[in-house]
């Protein structure tokens, strides 16, 4: 039987990627894009970006083009994330319906009823 320090080893393995994630707003790592689309890119509303549409040289594309590479990695390292959120999530419900039940089965002893029974209507 697994321990539950092996458990969220094996969770926290499940999370982690190439660059780790630090919280949720934050990228999986440091990418540098020109200083007229960083001070768009910062204030997190994509509708901004046409101000910042002009020629570019190969280098700020090559930059744009990590930019994307780097969206999609957290994209992807947020997925992962949530899917372990939503494991841990599923397993601590069905540990509430195991502690409602025996939460039921107590009170129906203190009740000086059989735990098994249905509980009346009219109680």
């Not at 901004?48 to 994307?68: G, P, S």
């Not at 009170?107 to 735990?115: C, K, W, Y």
Request: hydrophobic share 40%; charged share 30%; proline share 2%.
């Amino acid at each position: 039987m697994a321990t539950r320090e092996t458990k969220a080893a094996e969770l926290e393995s499940r999370i982690v990627t190439r660059d780790r994630m630090r919280g949720w707003d934050e990228l999986i790592r440091t990418v540098q894009v020109p200083a007229d689309v960083a001070g768009v890119v910062g204030t997190g509303r994509s509708q901004l970006l046409q101000c910042a549409a002009r020629d570019m040289t190969k280098a700020e594309v090559a930059m744009l083009l990590e930019l994307v590479g780097v969206y999609m990695d957290t994209n992807r390292a947020l997925q992962s994330h949530c899917a372990v959120l939503n494991k841990v999530l599923d397993e601590l419900r069905g540990n509430m319906v195991g502690i409602n039940c025996k939460i039921s089965q107590l009170l129906a002893i203190s009740d000086f009823r059989n735990p098994d029974s249905e509980p009346d209507e009219d109680a």
